[in-house]
């Protein structure tokens, strides 16, 4: 089997969404690449390919051949993006500075002193620097298209510019042809250096808002440490950079650090704020053996950890990665946006030329400027940009905004199937519930006085046992802060419980009522009323006594998370049924229910079970998510329409779901579907008004309404308006990031 790398790499000197779609046909098209998809407004590549056949550098020659750049450099690729961004924003921001600068004087002396014989000279004299210094970069950018056959927004511009500069200088160095004629001879300069100086303006705006739609990787990024603690094998610490760490090594962590790389606490103990990795709020205390995350906050106590994973290969390193391939991702009504981009550029400078043939056919030679503006007003209007922006901005700012909830998304595909489905099945253990036995009620028979003697003696016996039921009474009495007391003549007694011997000779036993049966302890009315109630609501029971006295029976389930119901209200509030799933009993899974108010169960099921109730509903019609540990619910998961892991961080839950909600908590799931929704809802609004405003914009640059209105758009109108046109779809997107959820 060929080996198959999936990378993503940052792409530099794209202009529009034409020049994605090159950089894209040429990766593509080179031998032993399987897949290349290019995210304009990330500005990336993400390639799968055979490292045998073909490597990055390769793929940066073919791409700096048709004039871009490909950044390559694995370790510092995103801070070396980051460097080429700003460097190239200030650069065009100077370059906007200038040509306004420009345009200003020359708009009052083109308005000004139209008609007096040195005007032509002086708006001459200050258009030149404006189309040649500071709009070099559209002329370069176009003419290096045009030698490999290509064409983007920049030979648009250049097209529209330097046909109204070159007519301008024609009719300024030879008026006499045109007055020989009786028309006057007219100058268009302030037309070509205002293009130039609008469309830079929403290049400006628009990279500007970019930068924002990618803020979730760089704060996702900023919780990686750069350097580390390292602890020699003398003891002594030296800082070093992260990436010389290795596994193995131990790294000291102070307080009010972040935790450099995966591992386990060696030495020491403290509380980390894992926040960022699970959403929990309270620190989580950790001991020796323990393990800690990248990113996270070391608060109270100093601690030494040996280092298990390492850069790209830490929780937080797989999650940055998760979300740039997500975001990197093309929905699917991408792709026909992805064929109309692709013969937008040659489409428009086609209807540029009709339109001037037209006019001048209609009109005749009289109608020689009016064609002419008609067909630089069509170059300079159509807006590839706003096309090519329109899904990726809001896929990046949607999944951004998601992974900052600790929710991740795999791809565009996953969001928007997200917002469609109708119907959740829950799995309850760990999904609804803690997932881990719990004592929920006590009822003891004995005096407060003596309880303490006795509740140490059933701790000691306890510890002893390995059922999952002992684990539970062990928690609740080691958080009530009992001690245990020692014990011995240990006995398991299969299918009933255990028996032991107290240091007061005295025998001791837990278990079923079975077992207090067998003792001949006597159960009195009330309790086995109690143990009734509680065996109705799906809980364990067990008795603990001394030889044929019953002391005390207590109640152990799994218990609900406390946001389970909210989360199922929520759901159902938004439209969508809720199933849930259990391998439990019915009576368990309905007391579950009851509590949940779910209306849609079934209980005693395996994992085959569950994949064909998923089966069963899909078809119904209706369109599932699977909700579930990532693990034993893998045959489930892979059915549904989507798989829904609740992860805290695990790599089996990020590898086979297409959502991973990281904390334990199911609140983030109608969060998750809320989010796809407005996602989803920004990327049609986008794409609509993108197709709209070519649609109208472009018959209306070509006079449309000049026959029965008299109105004729001018080319500085028409550079505004496609300026705006980018500007607008990309903070439609950032309206992502202030909506509450």
């Known amino acids: 089997?060929?080996?198959?790398?999936?990378?993503?790499?940052?792409?530099?000197?794209?202009?529009?969404?034409?020049?994605?779609?090159s950089?894209?046909?040429?990766?593509?098209?080179?031998?032993?690449?399987?897949?290349?998809?290019?995210?304009?407004?990330?500005?990336?590549l993400t390639v799968e390919f055979d490292p045998e056949e073909v490597t990055l550098g390769r793929m940066r020659e073919a791409v700096q051949a048709i004039g871009y750049d490909l950044i390559i450099d694995e370790e510092n690729a995103v801070e070396a993006q980051e460097r080429e961004q700003r460097r190239h924003y200030r650069a065009l921001l100077r370059r906007t500075l200038g040509a306004w600068a420009l345009c200003i004087p020359l708009m009052v002396v083109g308005m000004g002193w139209m008609h007096a014989e040195w005007s032509p000279w002086v708006q001459l004299g200050l258009t030149i620097p404006v189309l040649f210094v500071f709009g070099r970069g559209f002329y370069v950018t176009g003419w290096r298209q045009a030698r490999h056959g290509k064409a983007n927004m920049d030979t648009l511009v250049a097209l529209s510019t330097g046909i109204a500069f070159l007519f301008s200088l024609f009719n300024t160095l030879f008026p006499e042809v045109w007055r020989a004629r009786g028309?006057?001879?007219?100058?268009?300069?302030?037309?070509?250096a205002m293009i130039v100086a609008f469309v830079s303006v929403g290049k400006l705006l628009e990279e500007r808002a970019k930068g924002s739609t990618s803020s979730a990787i760089r704060k996702l990024m900023g919780l990686q440490p750069k350097t580390a603690r390292l602890v020699e094998a003398d003891g002594t610490e030296r800082e070093v950079p992260i990436a010389q760490?290795?596994?193995?090594?131990?790294?000291?962590?102070?307080?009010?650090?972040?935790?450099?790389?995966?591992?386990?606490?060696?030495?020491?103990?403290?509380?980390?704020?894992?926040?960022?990795?699970?959403?929990?709020?309270?620190?989580?205390?950790?001991?020796?053996?323990?393990?800690?995350?990248?990113g996270t906050i070391n608060q109270r106590g100093a601690f030494v950890l040996e280092a298990q994973a390492v850069g790209a290969g830490t929780v937080l390193a797989r999650i940055v990665e998760m979300v740039q391939?997500?975001?990197?991702?093309?929905?699917?009504?991408?792709?026909?946006?992805?064929?109309?981009?692709?013969?937008?550029?040659?489409?428009?400078?086609?209807?540029?030329?009709?339109?001037?043939?037209?006019?001048?056919?209609?009109?005749?030679?009289?109608?020689?400027?009016?064609?002419?503006?008609?067909?630089?007003?069509?170059?300079?209007?159509?807006?590839?940009?706003?096309?090519?922006?329109?899904?990726?901005?809001?896929?990046?700012?949607g999944i951004g905004r998601a992974a900052e909830r600790q929710i991740l998304i795999k791809d565009a595909f996953a969001l928007e199937h997200l917002?469609?489905?109708?119907?959740?099945?829950?799995?309850?253990?760990?999904?609804?519930?803690?997932?881990?036995?719990?004592?929920?009620?006590?009822?003891?028979?004995?005096?407060?006085?003596?309880?303490?003697?006795?509740?140490?003696?059933?701790?000691?016996?306890?510890?002893?046992?390995e059922h999952p039921l002992a684990a539970a009474v062990v928690v609740a009495l080691s958080e009530a802060g009992v001690s245990a007391a020692e014990v011995t003549d240990f006995r398991s007694l299969t299918g009933k419980g255990i028996a032991v011997r107290g240091a007061d000779g005295e025998e001791y036993w837990v278990g079923s009522r079975a077992l207090a049966v067998e003792y001949g302890a006597e159960i009195p009315d009330g309790v086995s009323r109690q143990t009734e109630v509680w065996q109705a609501a799906g809980k364990s029971v067990i008795g603990y006594g001394r030889g044929a006295e019953l002391l005390a029976v207590a109640a152990i389930a799994d218990p609900v998370k406390p946001t389970s119901a909210e989360a199922v209200r929520e759901l159902e509030r938004m439209g969508i049924e809720v199933h849930m799933l259990t391998g439990d009993g019915r009576n368990t899974a309905e007391a579950v229910a009851r509590?949940?108010?779910?209306?849609?169960?079934?209980?005693?099921?395996?994992p085959d079970d569950k994949e064909r109730y998923v089966q069963e509903l899909q078809a119904r019609g209706r369109r599932v998510a699977m909700v579930g540990d990532g693990i034993n619910d893998s045959q489930a998961l892979a059915r549904a329409d989507v798989s829904v892991a609740m992860g805290r961080g695990t790599d089996i839950a990020m590898d086979v779901a297409m959502v991973t909600l990281m904390s334990s908590d199911l609140a983030r799931l109608p969060q998750a579907v809320l989010l796809s929704r407005r996602t989803v809802r920004a990327i049609r609004q986008n794409l609509f008004w993108a197709f709209v405003y070519n649609l109208i914009g472009i018959p209306l640059a070509a006079g449309v309404l000049y026959p029965a209105y008299g109105i004729l758009l001018s080319p500085m109108l028409a550079s505004a308006a496609m300026a705006f046109s980018s500007v607008s779809v990309v903070l439609n997107s950032l309206r992502l990031k202030w909506s509450k959820f």
């Not at 950089?23 to 990336?44: I, K």
Request: aromatic share 6%; glycine share 8%; proline share 6%.
């Open 419 to 465: 917002c469609r489905i109708d119907t959740v099945v829950l799995d309850k253990t760990g999904t609804l519930t803690e997932g881990r036995p719990a004592v929920t009620e006590w009822l003891w028979l004995v005096p407060e006085a003596v309880r303490g003697g006795l509740q140490a003696i059933l701790l000691g016996a306890e510890q002893k046992s």
């Open 245 to 294: 760490l290795r596994p193995g090594d131990r790294i000291a962590v102070r307080p009010g650090e972040r935790i450099p790389v995966d591992g386990r606490v060696a030495e020491g103990a403290s509380y980390v704020d894992e926040s960022m990795i699970s959403g929990e709020p309270l620190p989580v205390s950790k001991k020796p053996g323990d393990r800690v995350w990248t």
């Open 1 to 21: 089997m060929k080996n198959r790398v999936k990378k993503t790499v940052p792409v530099l000197e794209m202009s529009c969404a034409v020049c994605a779609a």
């Open 183 to 192: 028309l006057e001879p007219h100058v268009y300069y302030e037309a070509a």
């Open 325 to 397: 391939l997500a975001q990197g991702s093309k929905a699917p009504v991408q792709r026909t946006v992805d064929r109309v981009s692709a013969v937008f550029v040659p489409t428009v400078i086609g209807i540029s030329v009709v339109t001037f043939v037209v006019w001048i056919a209609c009109g005749g030679w009289a109608n020689l400027t009016y064609a002419l503006l008609a067909a630089v007003s069509v170059l300079v209007i159509a807006c590839p940009c706003a096309l090519g922006l329109a899904t990726p901005t809001a896929l990046m700012v």
């Open 595 to 606: 509590e949940l108010g779910i209306g849609h169960l079934r209980a005693e099921v395996l």
């Open 23 to 44: 950089v894209e046909s040429t990766v593509r098209a080179l031998p032993g690449v399987y897949e290349a998809s290019v995210n304009f407004a990330a500005a990336t």
